[in-house]
């Protein structure tokens, strides 16, 4: 037990050694460096089209809710779509949980003024939503103030113009409602609604608002995303007419088409 003892007490008496952990070498910290950056550079481009997706999400949603805004319209007006001029100061009525948001800023076009803003007529893709027409507003004191709607879509005005009923539109899934448009093209002012140009080609009078195309809501309510094609210059939909005006028939010349609801039969 003595014996024991001694070597117990040796063991506690002796020095004890103090623990340094080896250091990182600088070519581990650069084998670091060049693995983080390396999944940096593959997750940002991944986290990017993640973002990009939820936004073209998004703006389908917008303009599904505009389809059903329209519809509800419809109802209430004897199956008739909005004017094209005033399409979206007339549905805003019928968007259903939303408050317009009236603000006096400077728009890049319209200058200074009261511009209202509605969640469902932006995409949130644009850089700068177009405007639609003066609308007065009266005031609680009694005057009266110019609003004009902020809004990023367009609707196919070869149908909206025609005072045509929306029953009537046969092939309902193949005729363009509203669609991503634009008119904030500084180099051409190019127009931010659906109508001919360049002859047979409707599809390049609005800019590009997602990375590869735009988006689209047909009658029939579904949206679809069409990519642009710079070749001839389209959204990769039917030439025109055929996505924009109901009932195309081939005639005279590039053809002729029926806009327009009558008691007989569209001859």
């Not at 037990?1 to 002796?14: I, K, P």
């Not at 094209?84 to 200074?112: A, D, N, Q, V, W």
């Not at 409707?202 to 997602?210: P, R, T």
Request: charged content about 15%; proline content about 8%.
């Amino acid at each position: 037990m003595v014996a024991s003892h001694g070597v117990v007490g040796r063991a506690l008496s002796s020095p004890r050694r103090a623990w340094n952990p080896p250091a990182f070498t600088l070519i581990e910290i650069l084998v670091v460096v060049a693995i983080v950056a390396l999944l940096v550079a593959i997750l940002l481009p991944a986290m990017g089209r993640a973002r990009d997706q939820a936004r073209n999400l998004q703006c389908g949603t917008n303009l599904r809710t505009i389809n059903q805004a329209t519809l509800y319209y419809a109802q209430a007006n004897q199956d008739s779509m909005p004017s094209s001029g005033s399409s979206f100061e007339r549905i805003h009525m019928y968007l259903h949980k939303t408050i317009p948001l009236e603000k006096y800023e400077t728009h890049p076009f319209g200058g200074p003024g009261w511009y209202v803003f509605v969640e469902y007529y932006l995409c949130p893709m644009d850089r700068i939503p177009h405007l639609t027409g003066e609308l007065e507003r009266r005031q609680p004191d009694g005057t009266t103030i110019q609003l004009e709607y902020a809004t990023s879509y367009g609707i196919n005005s070869r149908v909206a113009s025609s005072k045509r009923r929306i029953g009537s539109v046969r092939q309902p899934s193949t005729i363009v409602q509203f669609c991503d448009s634009g008119d904030d093209d500084f180099y051409g002012g190019g127009p931010w609604y659906l109508s001919e140009q360049n002859g047979k080609t409707n599809q390049v009078g609005h800019e590009l608002h997602h990375r590869t195309g735009n988006q689209f809501v047909y009658f029939d309510g579904h949206v679809a995303f069409s990519k642009f094609i710079r070749t001839p210059p389209q959204y990769g939909l039917p030439s025109f007419p055929h996505a924009w005006i109901p009932e195309w028939k081939p005639g005279y010349g590039d053809g002729v088409y029926d806009n327009y609801v009558r008691p007989g039969p569209v001859p």
